[in-house]
Nanobody
Framework: QVDLVETGGGLVQAGGSLRLSCAASGHTFDNYAMGWFRQAPGKEREFVTAVSWTGSSTYYADSVKGRFTISRDSAKNTVYLQMNSLKPEDTAVYYC????????????????WGQGTQVTVSS
């Protein structure tokens, strides 16, 4: 049983910050890339960011570059998403996902998905 559990979502005003966490259990993800996706109401799920299993490589969607930062703590099997300067258009359900290949994850292909956490940014 593999579980990815996201926490840290909530309601924040525009310009504010949130930090999401995704804790993985049931599997060792040392050789897995990990990433975040989001899905806004009425829209398709989209790639946000991903990090390689070493933490040395990261990718970001253009819409979040300079505002969001992904990091991981392999010892804790946890990946984080620090979101700053939040905008109303960042409102979505945020999902954690993982895949052995960073390129595959960036291409929105994942082996495992979390259940999602809601982020709402008010104007």
């Amino acid at each position: 049983q593999v579980d990815l559990v996201e926490t840290g979502g909530g309601l924040v005003q525009a310009g504010g910050s949130l930090r999401l966490s995704c804790a993985a259990s049931g599997h060792t993800f040392d050789n897995y890339a990990m990433g975040w996706f989001r899905q806004a109401p009425g829209k398709e799920r989209e790639f946000v960011t991903a990090v390689s299993w070493t933490g040395s490589s990261t990718y970001y969607a253009d819409s979040v570059k300079g505002r969001f930062t992904i990091s991981r703590d392999s010892a804790k099997n946890t990946v984080y998403l620090q979101m700053n300067s939040l905008k109303p258009e960042d409102t979505a359900v945020y999902y954690c996902a993982t895949h052995p290949s960073l390129d595959a994850l960036v291409d929105s292909r994942a082996n495992y998905w979390g259940q999602g956490t809601q982020v709402t940014v008010s104007s």
